[in-house]
């Protein structure tokens, strides 16, 4: 009997093809079984679990305990130098990560909303769109929000009802064309925090910062906006218009370019001034006239709790009135769109009794 081949022994002892490639080769392997993409900025990686047909951010060590667990199904341990070497192919090969969703396009639990058309529209969503937040909700054309609606009816004029509901439409409809803001004002306990609570989650948290009027001329407030959609401000000053670099709320609405300064990063960053704004608090005091001032009044859409606090305070009632109504405020929301539009089209801003 004739010796084995060299060769023929050492194909059949155990070894993984993943055990010779380099970095980048490895890296175009891991690509072919994981949809994933890259930021530039800021730095970082997604993923696309199909699970939830959803887009997930991973921190770095996230990835490279996925790449390490990967490797060694293909019974390879790499060392920490190779997982170094590996993430910076996979940030050269990986698709950069690029938001297609248009204005006036959402992410919601049961697709992607476009409220652009009329009627609204309804698609799929996977991983060929990239996006990183989206709503709990379903979007249902037929969904009703009827508790929604009487808590608004029990605090509000009728006027004021319908200007909350154009706004909240202006808000899923993109940037703030209309340049204006929001402030709602009334006494303690009237429900102003919950119908604040519930217009933010038509955004989303994650989409929302803290507005901090009294500190916008700080050297790094504004940072906190970056990537934000929705500034509110909770129990505004009575003399809020009368405070230090109050300006700034004005340019942050009106399509202004401003500069951000990035702290531990020694740079400025550039951005929009189209955010939507809501301010709240117990009351918003005249001031005198100044041409500043009647530039602010032109932005100002004013919503009263005039009517008496409800006898029973109920804890938690924006938590409880998302959860039975969610998807009905969101199609409230959708019919705002249209009569906003209606009102651009007509006017070039919110037509007001």
Known sequence: MSEPHPADAKMKQPCSLLAKLEPKEAAA???????????????????FDAGQSKWLSITTNNLHRRVRAWLEQQNQSPTATYLKKLTSELELLAPLWDSRLKPGQMVVANGVLDVNPQPPSLSQRDQSIHFEHSLAVDYLADARCPRFEQFLGDALSVEDVGLVQKWAGSLLAGPNQSQTILVVVGASGTGKGTLVNL???LVGLELTAELRAEQLTERFEMSAFLGKRLLVAS??????????????????????CMEAELKRANQRTRFNGDFHVILYGNQLNPQPWSADLDAFRRRLLIVEYAKPRPSTIIPNLADEVWLEEGSGI?????????CYRADLLKSGHFVLT
Request: proline letters at 4%; glycine letters at 8%.
């Open 29 to 47: 392997a891991f690509l072919k079984q994981q949809a994933m993409a890259f930021s530039e900025s800021p730095k970082r990686f997604f993923l």
């Open 199 to 201: 217009l933010t989650r």
């Open 235 to 256: 129990e505004i000053a009575p003399d809020l218009l009368n405070l230090k670099g109050i300006g700034r709320l004005k340019a942050l609405v009106g399509q202004d």
């Open 330 to 338: 969101l199609t409230w929301a959708v019919e705002g769109v249209r």
